[in-house]
């Protein structure tokens, strides 16, 4: 397997069925572990490798199932909006709701969708990741537990 095809299927992952994006999500879950800080580093990471990645696989630009380096961005990027401290449940619900933006990408997340080419294949999901994110800040800007 070329380079560009194992970092976009993040080493194979986005062949996995069903599903490949959601296994894709879950790969990137104990980086939760790690804390904010290195969620954020891994989301850009997953960024920028995914964009050098999908720029080099012509078959990638219509951001078939198998290229899911994108949703490891967006994943890591929703979980960098949780606390240090915080809980399982807390994490368990920056999956579940980063999945449920990627999947029903709403606003922004579906007009990035609909561009088409390089920048499309990984924008959407990291748009989807930042709004979960926010959405995952409320709580603990309204107080709530973490």
Do not use: N
Not at 12 to 34: D, E
Not at 57 to 70: G, N
Not at 118 to 141: E, N
């Amino acid at each position: 397997m070329r380079l560009p095809m194992m970092v976009a299927s993040l080493c194979g992952v986005g062949f996995l069925r069903p599903a490949p994006g959601t296994w894709a999500s879950a790969l990137v879950l104990p980086v939760a572990l790690l804390g904010p800080g290195w969620c954020l580093a891994f989301g850009i990471g997953f960024s920028l490798a995914g964009l050098w990645a999908v720029s080099r696989l012509p078959a990638a630009q219509r951001d078939p199932s198998w290229v899911v380096a994108d949703e490891g961005a967006g994943q890591c990027l929703a979980l960098a909006a949780l606390p240090v401290d915080a809980s399982g449940w807390w994490i368990l619900a920056a999956f579940a709701l980063f999945r449920a933006v990627d999947i029903v990408k709403p606003g922004p997340v579906g007009w990035a969708d609909r561009m088409g080419g390089t920048l499309s294949v990984m924008l959407d999901d990291i748009l989807a990741g930042l709004l979960a994110g926010a959405a995952l800040l409320l709580p603990r800007a309204l107080g709530l537990p973490h």
